[in-house]
């Protein structure tokens, strides 16, 4: 049969068009190489802990990485590989964080579609504090269309950043956005956003039962998982919500709002229904952790060590206009400690029952700095009752099958992409050594420990310069 090029062969010989002319125009970071070299790598005589189910950890291994692939781990290596010595230190996959909000271009006027970002967020400055902290994957819920252009640049190689997954988020309401009230509607919008190009569907709170039930089996149908809230229309019928297609609930405390009583029976309840439905739990432990804090005061937010990468607008709007700390009352503080004493026990029940737990954060949210958070939610997962092996697993191959890429990534194997975290201590015997960071590869790229220093005191510097210009409260001036 004669082959002729049809029209996916002309647009992709237009896409390579376009992306070589942007690529060659495009000015480089001096600190920087972002684009993936020529030459193999080879980390000797590292402590590999691969996260393959079942695997128990290698000491002395080899592991090769080739363009964008670990290329085999204790095979053969190629000639002229740069050799990265792994003796004293521990390799394990990049780290996923399975809840992300990551900021985009925008405006805070009223929109018109012709109406153009007034606020931009350097992509690059988004991203440095994910890598530079081991996170090669972020599960973006709520995502919109700017993060398709982030997602293109960091495929493109003009800036280093995590995989990016992306869910559309639908609810009820009558706010501005996805917002559906009937099954047909809701079906509807699940529709579009496979269309526009999402793979995965978030549910919030304001669905009413039907519209919600709608969505999941739209969804089923569309093969497309859905993660989120459990609508605050399931109130006192929350086996109605833990349906099977609903994948993954999106945070402990939507448990905590189901109980009167943040009994050990009611998380034993809740374990089981989910268990028995397939629905996994992200229980963003450290976001509530930090709602808690930020009520109590706000040093909490001003002595964040990470607050320096924070972009300047959001430093103010977490200082100035915290909806936490705004009106705080002692009752609803101690409401507030008593929920975060019941997620811990939510990840107790839920571990004890088999549910998978996957680690996110909620990054994004006030007080939740992206990438350092993930370090803060493995050492919560463990103060919970997870092992420092289960809290790895929740962070790299438990995400990856959640997924549906765990045939590319959460495991240290030959063929997957060279997502990859070195550390200087072992994350097995304290789970606090996940943030000795001696380096990061993220799809091929190796980030040594000079070279992570270097991008956030970079990002530091300008954030610092440019603080005076943004106040929350002219953000629509701007
Ligand atoms: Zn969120």
């Known amino acids: ?139 973006a819920l709520g995502a919109k269309a700017g993060h398709f252009g982030q997602r293109n640049e960091i495929l493109r190689g003009d800036v280093v950043g995590p995989r990016m997954a992306l869910a559309a988020m639908i609810n009820g309401g009558d706010e501005a956005g996805r917002t559906v009230n009937t099954p047909s509607d809701g079906r509807q919008a699940v529709r579009s956003a496979k269309a526009e190009g999402y793979d995965y569907i978030k549910v919030y709170s304001q669905l009413n039962m039907e519209t919600f039930a709608a969505i999941i089996d739209e969804a089923a149908k569309q093969q497309m998982k859905v993660v989120g809230h459990i609508p605050n229309a399931f109130k006192g019928n929350v086996e109605k919500a833990l349906i099977p297609h609903f994948g993954m609930v999106a945070h402990a405390e939507e448990f905590a709002k189901q109980s009167s009583d943040y009994s050990n029976e009611d998380a034993q309840r809740f374990a089981k229904l989910a268990k028995d439905n397939g629905v996994w739990l992200s229980p963003t432990l450290i976001v509530l952790e930090r709602i808690a804090e930020q009520a109590r005061s706000l040093d909490s937010v001003r002595n964040l060590p990470c607050l320096q990468y924070v972009h300047p ?27 975060v004493g019941f997620n811990n026990r939510l990840v107790e029940a839920f571990k004890e029952a088999g549910v998978p737990i996957v680690a996110g954060t909620d990054a994004g949210g006030s007080g939740v700095v992206w990438g350092f958070s993930l370090h803060d939610e493995l050492a919560l997962l463990v103060k919970a009752g997870l092992t420092p092996a289960e809290a790895l697993d929740s962070a790299t191959h438990l995400p990856a099958v959640w997924l549906g890429l765990d045939g590319k990534l959460g495991t240290i194997e030959g063929g997957k992409y060279a997502d990859l975290l070195l550390l200087d201590a072992d994350p097995l015997t304290d789970i606090s050594n996940t943030r000795k960071i001696a380096g990061v590869f993220v799809n091929g790229r190796w980030l040594d420990k000079g070279t992570i220093g270097r991008m956030l005191s970079d990002l530091s510097r300008r954030v610092a310069s440019s603080k005076d210009k943004w106040e929350w409260s002219k953000r629509t001036e701007y």
Request: hydrophobic share 40%; charged share 15%.
């Open 1 to 139: 049969m004669q082959w002729k090029p049809d029209r996916h062969f002309y647009r992709i010989v237009w896409l390579l068009l376009i992306s070589a002319f942007v690529t060659g125009c495009s000015h480089s970071e001096p600190t920087l190489s972002h684009q993936i070299p020529d030459h193999a790598f080879v980390i000797r005589n590292v402590n590999l802990i691969s996260m393959r189910p079942g695997a128990e950890p290698l000491s002395g291994a080899t592991v090769v990485i080739q363009g964008d692939r670990i290329a085999s781990v204790n095979g053969q290596i190629p000639r002229g590989a740069k050799v990265i010595d792994g003796r004293g230190k521990w390799l394990i996959p990049g780290l996923i964080d399975m809840h992300v909000h990551v900021p985009t271009d925008g405006h805070f006027n009223t929109t018109f579609p012709t109406h153009t970002a007034v606020i931009f967020a350097s992509t690059q400055d988004v991203m440095t504090p994910f890598v530079a902290n081991g996170v090669t994957t972020v599960f």
């Open 313 to 339: 607008l959001l430093q103010n709007k977490w200082l100035t206009a915290n909806q936490y700390n705004k009106g705080a009352s002692p009752a609803g503080i101690q409401r507030l400690e008593k929920m």
